[in-house]
């Protein structure tokens, strides 16, 4: 499968505890993008990367997360002390700079915090 | 700042009978249009793109920049259309996409 892939694909935590997402983008796609989905709402963009270099974050983003993309590969998604309201279908997308910005989705890790 | 409005949360059909999924976009500049659709256990894929002009599986979508809208029709739904919608916004300084809260289209025998 030469898709975007996330792992894990489901994640079960306490309050408080860390959780840490990858995402292994299609392999020439030098951007790479997280979002996070909650119940019947559309994704909303968390942050994106081109290569290695995060260009943007969004407001949703607080202190507690933090992602990264050390070698412009796969990226990791690290949530600390977790809240109920984190709870959620974290999405992973990729896209080439050429063109338009065609964006391929990961099938998703959907935390639940307990 | 960047807007989509998809106002029907569901949209219930019978097999043969026209569909249009309605989309409203909020932005200043020149937008990227696309829809996105989501079949039951599968992920989120690309279905059609306002600069490519094509149609997919019998869809398509015009850009009305007047009405800023980018609705989503098909003249005879089949069963297998039945999937969750997502139009989505980008553009010209902004990589991510914007996205609208989703229309389940929901196609009966």
């Known amino acids: 499968d030469t898709g975007v892939s996330q792992d894990p694909r489901h994640k079960i935590t306490k309050r408080g505890q860390n959780v840490t997402f990858r995402c292994d983008p299609i392999?020439?796609?030098?951007?790479l993008y997280w979002y996070r989905q909650t119940l019947g709402q559309g994704p909303e963009f968390l942050t994106y990367?081109?290569?290695?270099?995060?260009?943007?974050k969004s407001r949703l983003l607080s202190d507690r997360f933090s992602a990264e993309r050390p070698k412009g590969s796969f990226s990791t998604l690290e949530i600390q002390r977790t809240e109920q309201g984190d709870s959620a279908m974290y999405l992973c997308?990729?896209?080439?700079?050429?063109?338009?910005?065609?964006?391929?989705f990961g099938p998703g890790t959907r935390l639940t915090v307990l | 700042a960047q807007r989509v409005t998809q106002p029907e949360k569901l949209l219930s059909v019978f097999k043969g009978a026209p569909v249009e999924l309605k989309c409203n976009y909020s932005y200043s500049g020149s937008p990227e249009l696309f829809w996105y659709v989501q079949y039951s256990r599968q992920r989120l894929q690309l279905l059609l793109r306002?600069?490519s002009r094509e149609s997919i599986k019998g869809f398509t979508a015009d850009l009305n920049k007047g009405e800023t809208s980018f609705h989503l029709k098909k003249p005879f739904a089949q069963e297998e259309d039945s999937a969750m919608y997502y139009c989505?916004?980008?553009?010209?300084?902004?990589?991510?996409?914007?996205f609208g809260t989703g229309t389940r289209l929901l196609v009966s025998p």
């Open positions: 306002h600069i």
């Open positions: 392999s020439e796609h030098n951007r």
């Open positions: 989505a916004l980008s553009g010209k300084g902004f990589q991510k996409l914007v």
């Open positions: 990367f081109q290569n290695e270099a995060q260009l943007e």
């Open positions: 997308a990729s896209s080439t700079t050429s063109g338009y910005n065609e964006q391929f």
